[in-house]
Structure formats: structure tokens, C-alpha cells
């Protein structure tokens, strides 16, 4: 089973910088799989966020972040990351990073395509 594990979360103020990581197991092995994270607010749908392939070439990020997030990964060290700028209010969810194996080349928004997911990392954005 492939495991995922995300940390960096907590308070944040408004205008601030969300750093959030998650590592994959080393079984799993994480070149061979294309990671996403989403995040769930209180009360509302699982959101997407951003995606990378497995060679970390091809990246795909929400509307609602682009410009202000940046996904990235690091196959040696089996980790990948999200970062996120100017935060908002409307930013405070749980943060989930989730592993696609069917894809190669290609990443995807839809939550159905995910295979794995992690646990979730808290993000509260202050006002």
C-alpha cells in the first residue's frame, strides 16, 4: 500500500505563506506516482489545488491559486511540496496530498483519479 504522510501545517496570518509538505512511502516509491493536493474547507467539497507529475515536468494548479502557489517535488528525498502566498480567510481547510498511479505524463484535477490519500494537514488562515 502506497502511504502519504503531510506536515506543515497551523495558524497563519492573512497575507502570509502556507508551507506544506508530504512524503511518500518509500515502498510506494514516489517517482511512481503523480501527486496532488486538495484541501476541504468546513462544511464544503474537497477542493483541487495543484498536481505534478512523477518526473515533477508537468504541473496543473486551480484557478483560484494560480499565481500564488507552487508545487514542486523532490523524488530523492521522496517528499512533495506546496506553496502557497498571499493567504486568505477563504484559504483555512485541511490540506490533502494523494497519489495517482495510472498516470504517467499527465496530471489531473478530478479527486476520482487519486488512488491514495493522506490523513490531511490543517491550515487556518487568521484574519
Known amino acids: 500500500q502506497v502511504q502519504l504522510v503531510e506536515s506543515g501545517g497551523g495558524l497563519v496570518q492573512a497575507g502570509g505563506t502556507l508551507n506544506v509538505s508530504c512524503v511518500v512511502s518509500l515502498r510506494a516509491r514516489a517517482s511512481s506516482y503523480a501527486v496532488g493536493w486538495f484541501r476541504q474547507a468546513p462544511g464544503k467539497e474537497y477542493e483541487f489545488v495543484a498536481a505534478?507529475?512523477?518526473?515533477?515536468?508537468?504541473?496543473l494548479y486551480a484557478e483560484s491559486v494560480k499565481g500564488r502557489a507552487t508545487i514542486s517535488r523532490d523524488n530523492s528525498k521522496s517528499t512533495v511540496y506546496l506553496q502557497m502566498s498571499s493567504l486568505k480567510p477563504e484559504d483555512t481547510a485541511i490540506y490533502y496530498c494523494a497519489a495517482d498511479e495510472r498516470n504517467i505524463l499527465v496530471v489531473v484535477s478530478s479527486r476520482e483519479a487519486y488512488d491514495y490519500w493522506g490523513q490531511g494537514t490543517q491550515v487556518t488562515v487568521s484574519s
Open positions: 505534478i507529475s512523477r518526473n515533477g515536468r508537468n504541473k
